[in-house]
């Protein structure tokens, strides 16, 4: 079979890795891929927001199947235009991705099929959204509606803040057309998980738990990233937990989408914030976690191809699901000044001398004269499988060692759990 993998991060390189032990695999390819996958995969030289490109490729080379990794080409209709030419594909189709494509619509989708999330309102226009501020206590959270790379979410502790970050969204266009309108939402307390869900078209199925390191800097401080490093599974996922996830927040989702006519096939990402065995959803997102799927691919003792089909034909059930008992930790290496501005093209030392036990997956990575070099905010994801979450945080650390590039930076204290 061969099978198209879009976009070009860790999170593709995990999911290439993957891919690449499956029996009925005959050829792999990724667009446009990076260093990394080009040693596993065909890399193609088209953007994956390029959906007509995309599209023909598919079609003109008798693609079997597609599987689209980053969101933006999901929200932009990749799948759609993909079953017009008759062509099978991995990831919900524009209505289905629309609960990532804009935070105020997946908000009304919340509160119109009850599922439990923190208080909010939508704004556009900038005094309004000002005058909104006093409707919500501090600290608030303010998020751009539309895609913003993971980085459009600000914590405010300050009034001051919160309107210095209302005029960046509103009036700067800080993360341009994705701050058309914001959203004002109440801040939560407790500790944040992260729920991969492969979703039938009839059912959700959930993976194992994961938990993610947002912000930029160690004790969760700085800005927040598209994450920072991951483990799973994540301890906090108790039966109680699991048990409230399921009926008000899973069976629930799964009642909107169908309630709305949403078919909707590929993963569902649910991040969520758990306090006392509770949980509130903070965003949906229509497509694999990252770094989650770096994390949680590792833990799967399936074929994921296998899976990822019968996703798409709407037989996957949960016995189809395999997972080893390891953990497994990864750590983002990122240019120095991510998730701000930050420097390209540094060359990457040490990639060959990395244990053969401990996966790299590139995210940020290109060539530049034969030697592999820095091409992205978020440079590489270490990750290692142990038998426990210290060994494998420890096994990951070490080899970090091994790696370097010019202003490389990384946080120290992922799954640090004492």
């Given at each position: 079979m061969k099978v198209l993998v879009v976009g070009s991060g860790a999170r593709e390189h995990a999911i290439c890795y993957k891919l690449k032990q499956s029996k009925i695999l005959t050829k792999l390819y990724c667009a446009p891929g990076n260093a990394g996958i080009s040693s596993i995969a065909e890399c193609v030289d088209i953007k994956a927001e390029d959906v007509e490109k995309i599209t023909e490729f598919s079609?003109?080379?008798k693609i079997d199947f597609v599987m689209v990794g980053p969101e933006v080409p999901l929200v932009d209709g990749l799948v759609d235009e993909l079953e017009k030419k008759g062509i099978k594909a991995f990831g919900p189709k524009k209505a289905g991705a629309m609960l990532e494509g804009s935070?105020?619509?997946s908000?009304?989708?919340?509160?119109?099929y009850n599922i439990p999330t923190a208080k909010y309102k939508t704004y556009t226009d900038c005094e309004k959204a000002l005058e909104g501020l006093k409707e919500f206590s501090l600290p608030i959270v303010i998020k751009a509606d539309g895609l913003a790379a993971g980085k459009g979410v600000l914590i405010c502790n300050t009034i001051k803040e919160a309107q210095e970050g209302i005029k960046a969204i509103l009036e700067d266009k800080q993360f341009g057309n994705a701050g058309s309108s914001l959203v004002?939402?109440?801040f939560l307390d407790g500790i944040e998980a992260s729920l991969l869900c492969f979703v039938n078209g009839k059912e959700i199925i959930p993976m194992e738990s994961a938990r993610d390191y947002k912000r930029a800097y160690d004790n969760d401080l700085g800005l927040n990233t598209g994450g920072m490093g991951c483990f799973s599974p994540n301890s906090i996922y108790t039966d109680e937990l699991k048990s409230y996830i399921k009926t008000h927040i899973i069976d629930n989702t799964l009642n909107g989408l169908l309630q709305e006519n949403i078919d909707f096939r590929g993963v569902l990402f649910i991040g969520l914030m758990t306090k006392d065995n509770k949980a509130n959803v903070i965003e949906y997102n229509a497509r694999f976690g990252d770094p989650e799927t770096e994390v949680v691919l590792p833990r799967l003792d399936a074929d994921l191809l296998d899976i990822m089909l019968k996703t798409a034909d709407g037989?996957?059930?949960q016995s189809d699901l395999v997972w080893s008992d390891k953990k497994c930790v990864t750590v983002i290496l990122a240019s120095g000044g991510y998730p701000e501005s930050y420097e390209k093209g540094k060359e990457i030392f040490g990639l060959d001398k990395i244990d053969s036990d401990v996966m790299v997956f590139h995210a940020g990575t290109s060539f530049k004269d034969n030697k592999i070099v820095t091409n992205g905010g978020r440079v590489l994801a270490v990750s290692c499988l142990a038998?426990?979450?210290?060994?494998?945080?420890e096994k990951v650390y070490q080899?970090?060692?091994?790696?370097?590039f010019d202003k490389m930076e990384y946080r120290t204290d992922i799954a640090k759990l004492d």
């Open positions: 079609y003109n080379n935070k105020s619509y908000k009304d989708f919340m509160q119109k004002l939402e109440e037989t996957l059930k038998d426990t979450i210290k060994n494998a945080r080899n970090i060692k091994r790696i370097s």
